[in-house]
T-cell receptor, first 112, second 112 residues
């Protein structure tokens, strides 16, 4: 299965600290995306990084991609209580129907 | 701007009863449409996707079916629900040529 694995499964930090989540996948990709899900809600797209990119920033988010290791990381800097959510990576394969394959997610809790 | 609607938000159905979940998208034409299921505390599993009216692709064998009777309408159905059909069902769409997907608020289905 192409479905990614995320690490850690759960993360609890204090407000103001940085949060790092990791994602590993198995097959060559076209791009990798990160999504956020608040409890019981739909997913929200955060950021997309293409296979020829190594790092991308969006506000307090920083994503890295290492295609040689088939891994990505999401860093949230200066975390806020409102960042509490589940975060999922999703890959789009190089070939196929441009569908997303989701990881298992990291549950982030930011303590005020 | 584009909007995606899903209903109902929650549903409790007995085993053996039929199911119909509806998803509609506004503000775009000829979107790619997706149905996902999310088990408690897990990632998303792609169930069906559609690239156009009447065109449905199934990713996994199951007790469910999907239809796309209109360009921006996607319906998930079952003739007889199983206990294992319980879960959180999410509809999503994307435009042609881009990878990012946009999700609806989801339907929580409990089969009793």
């Amino acid at each position: 299965s192409q479905q990614g694995e995320e690490d850690p499964q759960a993360l609890s930090i204090q407000e103001g600290e940085n949060a790092t989540m990791n994602c590993s996948y198995k097959t060559s990709i076209n791009n990798l995306q990160w999504y956020r899900q608040n409890s019981g809600r739909g997913l929200v797209h955060l950021i997309l990084i293409r296979s020829n990119e190594r790092e991308k920033h969006s506000g307090r988010l920083r994503v890295t991609l290492d295609t040689s290791k088939k891994s990505s990381s999401l860093l949230i800097t200066a975390s806020r209580a409102a960042d509490t959510a589940s975060y999922f990576c999703a890959t789009v394969l190089q070939t196929g129907a441009n569908n997303l394959f989701f990881g298992t997610g990291t549950r982030l809790t930011v303590i005020p | 701007s584009q909007t995606i609607h899903q209903w109902p938000a929650t549903l409790v159905q007995p085993v053996g009863s039929p199911l119909s979940l509806e998803c509609t998208v506004e503000g775009t034409s000829n979107p790619n449409l997706y149905w996902y299921r999310q088990a408690a505390g897990r990632g998303l599993q792609l169930l069906f996707y559609s690239v156009g009216i009447g065109q449905i692709s199934s990713e996994v064998p199951q007790n469910l079916s999907a239809s796309r009777p209109q360009d921006r309408q996607f319906i998930l159905s079952s003739k007889k629900l199983l206990l294992s059909d319980s879960g959180f069902y999410l509809c999503a769409w994307r435009d042609w040529g881009v990878s990012e997907q946009y999700f609806g608020p989801g339907t929580r289905l409990t089969v009793t």
